[in-house]
């Protein structure tokens, strides 16, 4: 039993792995240091049919509490979604090379380092939240100094791959990679990744446990 009577727990599972951390408040509780959470991890695996492996994600957690002395309760969040392999036909999966125009923050991040060219990659997904990578190579690159530039080429160079496809962009993942140059920037790469989603739960309720004492 925990001081609040709650714990919080957070899973990340799919692509060959599957996280599950409890927390009390701020504070880790390793499940590998009690045999409870270990017995409670290994049952949400199994009631949430979490994935290891695979093309297949799933991202959730919620709060885990005592009521009435004796039933378990956990309020949750949960996000499912695997490829969708069975892609329109006029849907985008890759592109050949093109160009945009350059913009001024890669042509003064140009002159900083004083190199002709430099290579990018990025990507967008709008899954559980719309998540940005981007990263520019570098070895004299100091991101600190750079950051504002480093972010306003990435926030363009997003914005012209967005208009290569067709809103809503729920569901997918884009990435880009390629190179900027000294009059323009090269998008060697370009492809889209659409997902299927199999669970969108909010502030679900579920009863774990009829119990006795247990916690």
Not at 70 to 77: A, E, H, K, N
Not at 140 to 169: A, C, F, G, W
């Amino acid at each position: 039993k925990t001081e609040t009577g709650k714990i919080k727990v957070v899973w990340n599972a799919g692509g060959d792995e599957t996280i599950v951390n409890f927390f009390q408040g701020d504070k880790p509780l390793p499940y590998y240091e009690d045999a409870l959470l270990e017995d409670l991890r290994e049952y949400l695996i199994q009631e949430f049919n979490l994935p290891n492996a695979g093309e297949y994600y799933n991202e959730g957690g919620g709060e885990i509490s005592l009521v009435h002395d004796t039933r378990i309760l956990m309020v949750y969040d949960e996000f499912a979604y695997g490829e969708d392999y069975d892609q329109e036909a006029d849907e985008l999966e890759e592109m050949e090379e093109f160009s945009i125009p350059i913009n001024l923050p890669a042509q003064n991040l140009l002159d900083q380092l004083n190199v002709s060219s430099i290579d990018f990659n990025g990507s967008t997904s709008f899954l559980v939240r719309e998540e940005d990578e981007f990263e520019i190579y570098s070895q004299t690159l100091n991101y600190r100094k750079s950051k504002e530039k480093v972010k306003d080429i990435h926030e363009y160079i997003k914005k012209q791959m967005l208009t290569k496809i067709s809103p809503p962009y729920i569901a997918k993942e884009i990435g880009y990679a390629g190179i900027i140059k000294e009059d323009e920037i090269v998008i060697e790469e370009l492809y889209k990744i659409k997902y299927n989603i199999d669970k969108n739960k909010k502030r679900e309720k579920l009863f774990l446990f009829e119990i006795d004492g247990i916690f």
